[in-house]
């Protein structure tokens, strides 16, 4: 898979390639606006891109310049700059993710590796873990030939968490995911649909990250 990854910080940018390269990733890493806006059009699987960035092209004006050549293309946003109104100018925009600085660079390829599986799930029909054989298309689970039945919400929670392996979420976070903006009630209601998936599917290794909330490993 391609990445065009777009940071001016030329220690961090030259850190975050290798890992990426490390992970299988064919990576072309631009240090500034400018140069990275000549490649807008490119067929690339992710873009990466810092929103403050020398000269007169920040990560907000190449990201309106992909998304007109490449509506459906993936992004991720990072920034110094941990405020919420980037994250939304940024998801408005048609970010995947926001990363804020500072971030380790396995936060950083776990967070990758979540968008790119999201980018995929269309061209998946099923989806292999630990002992199950999960059929998203027909929405049937199978462990060693015998069906596993879940709930609507139980099957939504579950390709919520297989499609973001390793990513840790908080309560507010899978609500958002899994239940939508429109619900209004106590976050509580996770840790009870989560302990009925649990019960139906035991080999699910469903970490509980205490004072946070819970990651699939």
């Keep these: 898979m391609k990445i065009n990854y777009v940071e001016d910080e030329q220690d961090l ?13 064919e990576v072309n890493t631009f240090y500034n606006g400018e140069d990275a806006l000549e490649h807008v ?35 991720m946003f990072t920034s110094a700059r941990d ?14 993710d926001y ?8 936060e950083l390829v776990l967070r990758v590796k979540a968008i790119l599986r999201r980018g995929n799930k269309t061209e998946l029909e099923v989806i292999t873990h630990e002992t199950y054989e999960v059929n998203i298309t027909k929405r049937e689970i199978y462990e060693n030939g015998e069906p596993i039945e879940l709930t609507n919400k139980e099957f939504e ?3 919520f968490f297989l499609r973001n392996i390793n990513t ?6 899978i609500l958002h995911k899994v239940w939508g903006d429109n ?9 009870d649909l ?24």
């Excluded at 990363?99 to 396995?106: C, F, N, Q, R």
């Excluded at 840790?168 to 976070?173: G, I, N, S, V, Y």
């Excluded at 989560?194 to 490993?217: A, C, D, H, S, V």
């Design 41 to 75: 059009a490119s067929d690339v699987d992710l873009w990466i891109l810092d929103i403050m960035l020398p000269g007169n092209t920040s990560g907000y004006d190449l990201i309106k310049a992909i998304k007109e050549k490449r509506p459906n293309a993936s992004i």
């Design 157 to 159: 929670l579950l390709l």
């Design 13 to 25: 940018a030259n850190i975050i390639t290798k890992y990426l390269i490390k992970e299988g990733y």
């Design 99 to 106: 990363l804020a600085k500072p971030y380790s660079p396995k």
């Design 83 to 96: 405020k919420d109104i980037d994250k939304i100018i940024g998801l408005e925009l048609g970010s995947d």
């Design 168 to 173: 840790p979420f908080d309560r507010e976070q």
């Design 183 to 191: 619900y209004f009630g106590s976050d509580r209601v996770v840790d």
């Design 194 to 217: 989560l302990r009925r998936l649990r019960q139906k599917m035991p080999n699910l290794r469903i970490e509980t990250i205490y004072g946070f909330g819970y990651k699939l490993l």
